[in-house]
């Protein structure tokens, strides 16, 4: 809520604290998004800096670790491929590139979904103690994911010039698809703070469930040909934005462009709801953290 | 007792009416009343159902089991420039209406009006990274704090200034010590120029030097500000204040402008800690009585005394054990539970006293004028053997004393000695005038 009130040619905004329910409790929120906006921004900046400051600060190898552990996956699976433990056609396109190009839109999603899984964890104490616009732990956080997908994204470089795949026009669209995972990794994610805030179960269980969802996603293998497995395997919205962008860059597979856009603008959508509901219920969540 | 003249008269910039806030003392119901509230809250058509007589009312809340009022029906207004006090026992809901204030969490009933830019004093050091240096952190905090990096550019050396820490700027603060990490964060956050201004008891760590420069320029901002204070410094109290509201259970007990009666309150509510006797036992406390000018208490009682009345404790000891002679002697302990008089003998040990013939002794100790602060004490008697080496019997909280002091002194003894005055008068002649 905001007033105004006259003081000395001076406008002092007006804050009313109520118990706060019902479509009140929305309006309020979107009003103060929009008004807090260029704090929230500016907060979100300088704590993204704090905190990879701070974590490089405090390790020897630094951004080598965001190259790591795809690389590792990476290595894993080449090795299990070529010595036949297991078999995994993806037609023409070399293999290790294969898995190279889908760990990394994989980890899109995945560095998303955690990103958005640790904003209560690290903000707990400053939430209970200062107040603050909320929204741009979630701005610190989508920085985070973008950090952390973006830079094992580079592996993609080399890989490609490795084995000789010149990028055509469709990789323009790369980007994009890489972007759509981003953002439905921050959707679900952040959709699940606040009930993970309360419960500790929720945090185990997604990440549970990323563990079986890098299998239930064509990662390691390709978008196989069978129709009922094809159609089961797009009801995971990571899915089509994986395989699509894949596609794009290296070739090979179909592509799969209007699931892709759906599930881009429905991510959107859900990002959208999720702020404002992280936004909504946060003096509640405050309340039982410290309680 | 602070001159708010230069401000205008009506402009109340805090208005509380009603407050109340409820907590629950199990955690996995809190959690789950926690869900319910998110779920609550979540439900746009809740409130218009209510209007029209569907579903549970959000405007009355009633208590869940193991629910209990953190704040209940709490009302107040402060105006620019006033200051209102807030005092009461761990628990008493003080920090917890802070936090509404401060739009942390949200009451379960009433409404708070707030006009104007809130600054708190609260948690000063909240958003420090441990591993970043001082300079990273203060632009860090004053990013929290809503300030822009120019504004911050701007303010930097006066910031490094007020918190003498500039040859540690470039040094983690995890190596800083507690006083510094609260100098560095008063010093950030008293940039702000609020109309409101929140705090709660920050200024107990840091150094006498700090202490006093962060009173100063608290004293300059109370004068611009309407100020809610937490503090268990009575003297702070005293000093700052012109209106003091106490707290327990949740709700208001006093709220007036005479400080010294809300503070006599407060004091005075405090819980007496338990009789306890503990020590070997070979001797008994029989009875125990004090004396004041006002009248007199017996064991487990509490006697009202002003400061310089004169006080006399008489005790009853008996020896359970063959015993022929012990030492004596009385703690006064304050309501923290430090000891500020100990009543002795002539060589600042026990008072050394022999049992009569049927094991029995009293025994009388004239203090004569207490010299304490106001407060709440507790006397123990502790009777040690000859050699100090042994408790033979050790009696905590005999008797209480509620002392009455009208002063704005925080200190646990007053005392007024003899005082002259010298000076030299116009015709050069040395005078030396002596007090009553």
Known sequence: MSGGVQDNNRTLPVRVITPHAGLEAFTDAIRSLVRDFPQSRALAWRMLLRDTRAMYRQSLLGYVWLFLPPLATVLVWVLLNSSSLVNIEVGTVPYPLFVITGTVLWTAFNASVMAMQEIMGSARSMLSKVNFPH???????????????????????????????????????????????????????????????????????IQMGLRFGFFVTPVIYAMPESALTRTLLLWNPVSAPLVSSRSWLIGGESVFVWETVLVGLISIFLLAIATLVFKVVMPHLIERLNA | ????????????????????????????????????????????????????????????????????????????????????????????GKSTLL?????????????????????????????????????????????????SKKETDANFDAIVDFAQLEPFLDMPVQNYSSGMRVKLGFAVSTQLEPDILLIDEVLAVGDIGFRQKSLNKMAELLDKCAVIFVTHSMPQILRVCNE???????????????????????????DSVGQTVTGSGEVEVVGLTIWTVDGCAGLGETVNVRYGDEV?????????????????????????????????????????????????????????????????????????????????????????????????SGAHALHCPEWSIESVSKEGQLTIEENA
């Open chain 2, 244 to 270: 003091v509201m106490v707290l327990e259970n949740g709700k208001s007990l006093f709220k007036g402008a005479d400080i010294g009666a809300g503070v006599e309150r407060f004091i005075a509510h405090f």
């Open chain 1, 135 to 205: 929204e741009a732990l979630i701005m610190t956080a989508f920085g985070k994911a973008l950090l952390n997908s973006v830079i094992p994204a580079l592996l993609l470089v080399p890989a490609l010039i490795v084995y000789g795949i010149p990028p055509g026009l469709p990789a323009l669209l790369f980007p994009l698809g890489f972007l759509t995972l981003l953002l439905l990794g921050c959707a679900l994610g952040l959709l699940f703070v606040p009930i993970g805030a309360l419960y500790g179960d929720v945090g185990r269980a």
């Open chain 2, 99 to 147: 936090k509404i204030l401060n739009s942390l969490i949200r009451p379960d009933s009433g409404r708070i009006t707030m006009k104007g830019r809130v600054g708190a004093l609260i948690e000063l050091s909240a958003g420090f990274n441990p591993i970043l240096t001082g300079r990273e952190n203060i632009y860090n905090q004053a990013a929290l704090l809503g300030f």
């Open chain 2, 1 to 92: 007792m602070r001159n708010n003249a230069h401000n205008t008269d009506d402009e109340v910039l805090i208005r509380a009416e009603h407050v109340s806030k409820k907590f629950c003392r199990s955690l996995k119901r809190s959690l789950w009343y926690g869900a319910q509230d998110v779920a609550n809250s979540l439900m746009p058509w809740k409130r218009s159902l209510e209007r029209i007589g569907i579903g549970e009312k959000l405007g009355e809340p009633e208590l869940r089991p193991e629910e209990f009022w953190a704040v209940r029906d709490v009302s107040f207004e402060v105006r620019r420039g006033e200051c209102l006090g807030l005092i009461g026992h761990n628990g008493a």
């Open chain 2, 312 to 408: 006399t404790i008489s005790i009853e000891v008996r020896a359970r054990e063959h015993l022929r002679a012990a030492k004596l002697h009385f703690v006064v302990w304050n309501s923290e539970l430090l000891p500020v008089l100990d009543v002795m003998g002539p060589d600042l040990t026990g008072f050394q006293f022999e049992f009569g013939h049927d094991g029995r002794s009293k025994l009388t100790a004239r203090i004569g004028e207490l010299f304490l602060g106001a407060g709440k004490y507790s006397v123990s008697a502790v009777i040690n053997s000859i050699d100090n080496k042994r408790v033979l019997c050790r009696f905590d909280s005999a008797v209480n004393l509620l002392v009455r002091a009208d002063s704005f």
